[in-house]
């Protein structure tokens, strides 16, 4: 029973780090099932710790859950499936030793595109985050937003329905990011793509999503979903309006008990992999 | 500062550098000269670098050390080609897997801090006196470095890149050449250039102690013999020789590297 407008399926996925009887053995996500809808971006947000970016491997089949499956367009994930799904990491993941445009061509070697299209794809998606000029420079020769956007670009060029993204404007600065998300927006505007994006900002996960999870402190498991209900391309105005701070406040309420609890226990998670 | 404005404050630091060291090198040679000239060192201990220069005008014109000098060169060669090769295939296989990595990381680098030319009785007793126990001490000693820096440049690649390169379906062997080869590629050259220099090093070195051919044969017998300014001459020569090669290796390596 597969339905298409299900992109992403989680089936009583929980996850435990480190062998069981280990003294790290730990708990990162609580047993979860729920399923995202095909479209729009979904943001996960959560106390540090809550699990979020493991779920986020998990799906993006980077990592083996202890527990329960995830169906991404219909087939179980089982490792990395670069058809359906592209990543772009919190910090840059371009390869240092390449250009752009080679770290471009790479990723669609990697993929399995045909030597021929690589050129034209590879030229497309710079275009489409604005590096066209930029597309011989070394990735130690931008800036760190121009870094995030090429590595946009690259994930964009593997054409999947699927991108997830894990922190992606983390390490930028408050200008940068609202351009990058105000950019994003834009981009969700004129695709079809699912984008599942782990964020640590209410205000980025109000302005971007069309839903937000909310994680709980850990082990963490979704607390609540909230729909934010308005239109790509979301302009610098949307962040203006009363309903944008209704549902800022609303996140904040569901999270501050949570990030109380995370900062209490005392101690950093593990939840990076 | 602008981008010339560098490369040209660069180019000045490299040259004022490159001054302060001829102007040290001819200071050595000054007071080596007032040394044996003016406050009468021994001729046995130290000859006249003038007397030198002349045995080295009169090597260089002969061309008598070149059977020498290629029986040392072709000695390195075929052990540095050794040393490299097995040197690289080690670390390599070993950087494959952590616990690898925990069991002969350490056995290697003990091993690195004995002084293996101590076997080097060992090496005459199985390969005899001529080239081949050279080749495979130089191979030994090299070994060590190439593989110790192998296994570190493999293991300093971000794990971060290879995470990536698997979610946009690298295979194992497109992962291999073009994330990890390129990533661990710095690290490995150092070791390859180190390795070079020890090979050359120990190769020169056991020739000096026991040995039927080869610049630090040479040396030997010139000692021997109380030829002490032709020996000098062949000591400047040796010293010529080496630093050239290792000056061109560390060129490649340094092109290598700056291709990223």
């Known amino acids: ?273 | 500062m602008t981008a010339r404005g560098v490369v040209a404050a660069r180019r000045q630091t490299r040259w004022r550098s490159g001054l302060a060291q001829i102007v040290f090198l001819l200071a050595v040679v000054i007071l080596w000269w007032l040394a044996a000239n003016r406050w009468g060192a021994s001729p046995l201990l130290l000859p006249k670098p003038q007397l030198v220069f002349f045995e080295l005008v009169d090597i260089l014109r002969s061309g008598e050390f070149w059977p020498d000098l290629l029986l040392t060169l072709g000695e390195a060669a075929a052990a540095f080609a050794i040393s490299a090769t097995l040197g690289l295939a080690t670390g390599f296989f070993v950087s494959v897997s952590p616990a690898l990595v925990k069991v002969f990381e350490p056995l290697l680098a003990a091993v690195n801090a004995v002084p293996i030319i101590l076997f080097l009785p060992l090496y005459i007793l199985f390969f005899g006196l001529g080239a081949p126990s050279k080749i495979a001490l130089g191979a030994t000693i090299g070994f060590f470095p190439i593989a110790l820096n192998t296994i570190a440049g493999f293991s300093s690649v971000d794990r971060l890149y290879v995470r990536s390169a698997r979610s946009m379906g690298a295979s194992p062997a497109k992962l291999v050449r073009h994330v990890l080869v390129p990533g661990a590629l710095p690290i490995v050259l150092t070791g390859l250039r180190m390795g070079f220099t020890v090979t050359l090093l120990s190769i020169i070195g056991s020739e000096t102690i026991a040995s039927l051919a080869g610049l630090g044969h040479q040396i030997v017998n010139l000692a021997e013999a109380m030829e002490m300014p032709r020996m000098f001459a062949y000591i400047v020569f040796v010293i010529v020789i080496a630093a050239t090669l290792n000056a061109i290796v560390t060129r490649f390596e340094k092109r290598a590297a700056a291709r990223r």
């Open chain 1, 1 to 273: 029973m597969r339905d298409p407008e299900i992109a992403v399926k989680i089936k009583n996925v929980a996850h435990y780090f480190g062998e069981a009887g280990d003294a790290k053995h730990m708990l990162a996500l609580r047993e979860t099932t729920i399923d995202f809808r095909r479209g729009g971006l979904l943001a996960l947000i959560g106390p540090s710790g809550c699990g979020k970016t493991t779920l986020l491997n998990v799906i993006g089949g980077l990592l083996t859950p202890t527990q329960g499956s995830v169906d991404v367009c219909g087939k179980t994930v089982n490792g990395p499936m670069p058809r359906e799904i592209a990543y772009v990491f919190q910090e840059s993941a371009l390869f240092p030793w390449n250009t752009i445009k080679e770290n471009i061509h790479l990723g669609l070697l990697f993929q399995g595109v045909p030597k021929n299209q690589r050129e034209d794809r590879a030229r497309q998606s710079l275009e489409t985050v604005g590096l066209g000029e930029f597309a011989n420079h070394y990735p130690g020769q931008l800036s760190g937003g121009m870094r995030q956007r090429a590595a946009l670009a690259r994930a964009l060029s593997l054409d999947t329905p699927v991108l997830l993204m894990d922190e992606p404007f983390g390490a930028l600065d408050e200008q940068t990011r609202m351009v990058l998300g105000e950019d994003l927006s834009v981009l969700l505007s004129r695709t079809q793509k699912t984008i599942i994006f782990v964020t640590h900002s209410l205000g980025e996960a109000v302005f971007l999503a069309d839903q937000v999870a909310v994680f709980s402190a850990r082990p963490g498991r979704i607390k609540e979903v909230i729909a934010v209900d308005e239109p790509h391309p979301r302009r610098s105005g949307f962040v203006k309006a009363e309903k944008f701070t209704r549902l800022r406040n609303q996140l904040y309420d569901l999270l501050h008990d949570e990030i109380r609890k995370t900062v209490d226990q005392g101690s950093r998670p593990g939840a990076f992999l």
